[in-house]
């Protein structure tokens, strides 16, 4: 009897030098990961699974061993370090979200809408997979879907600038032009010296051919932004459908010397 009882206190001991071993390890890797020292924080992260593989924790350290392979550009480890978090607990929504948005990088657009309708089946009100759910409908012309998610997100956060814009521009592409422009116009007023919204604007006057609401949308944002090359890439795309070459040719100059795509502008 005395053997027995001995015996399972060397297994509770031993049990608890390990778990404090692991607690060690994950404090430990999170602070490397804190000061950027990434090689060693995910050298320290395999070692904590080491010290226990089954414990369902570890899903999270694949996540962050994914976060630093992502860091370091190593997609395709970083989505098998997703994986293997995942077959530990498949209903981890970080987890997903991590592998939803890498998808995304990745340019696979079906996976990533899977697993971020599968964070919704989750947890509904789940705001960075309805955004997103929401642009990937509308990538593939799924309108009346994408509109739904972002209506949901907007009425979960009535001040979510990027959702307001995404259903503006939604309704752009399906041919809602009143209610699009009406829209930015309520965008702009609620955030004035945000030039992208004026960039975005501008755009869809300048596809109505309005095109002095268009150079007056430009304009502001340039004030706004003196130093953003989309500003003079906009205007000068602008004045050249308005046959104005001179200028569209100066403001290319002044957007490839800011750093702009030469791709963007062709004459």
């Known amino acids: 009897m005395k053997r027995i009882i001995s015996f399972t206190l060397i297994l509770c001991w031993c049990f608890c030098v390990s778990a404090q071993k692991y607690q060690q390890l994950v404090k430990r890797g999170l602070e490397q990961m804190q000061v950027d020292s990434l090689q060693q924080a995910e050298a ?25 392979q992502e860091r370091r550009g190593e997609y395709q480890r970083a989505l098998e370090s997703y994986n293997q978090g995942l077959a530990i607990s498949g209903t981890t929504i970080s987890l997903l979200l991590n592998r939803a948005s890498l998808y995304m990088h990745m340019d696979k657009p079906t996976r990533a809408m899977a697993d971020y309708t599968e964070v919704l089946n989750l947890e509904p009100n789940q705001t960075e997979a309805l955004f997103f759910r929401a642009y990937l409908y509308s990538q593939q012309r799924d309108y009346k879907r994408s509109r739904a998610d972002y209506e949901r997100l907007i009425k979960l956060e009535p001040m979510n600038e990027k959702a307001r814009l995404g259903l ?11 209610e699009a422009i009406e829209q930015m116009d309520a965008l702009v007023q609620l955030f004035p010296k945000h030039a992208s ?7 869809m006057y300048q596809s109505r051919k309005q095109y002095d609401l268009a150079l007056s949308d430009f304009n502001r944002a340039i004030e ?17 459908d308005m046959k104005k070459k001179k200028q569209s040719r100066q403001d290319a100059q002044t957007a490839l010397r800011l750093g702009a795509n030469p791709s963007f502008l062709s004459y």
């Open 44 to 68: 320290t992260f395999r070692e904590a699974i080491e010290v226990d593989p089954l414990i369902k924790s570890n899903a999270l350290l694949y996540q962050y061993i994914g976060n630093i």
């Open 168 to 178: 503006a521009i939604l309704n752009d592409k399906d041919r809602r032009p009143r």
């Open 197 to 203: 919204l004026y960039l975005v604007r501008g755009d």
């Open 224 to 240: 706004l932004e003196p130093n953003n090359p989309d500003c003079y890439v906009s205007r000068s795309l602008l004045y050249k």
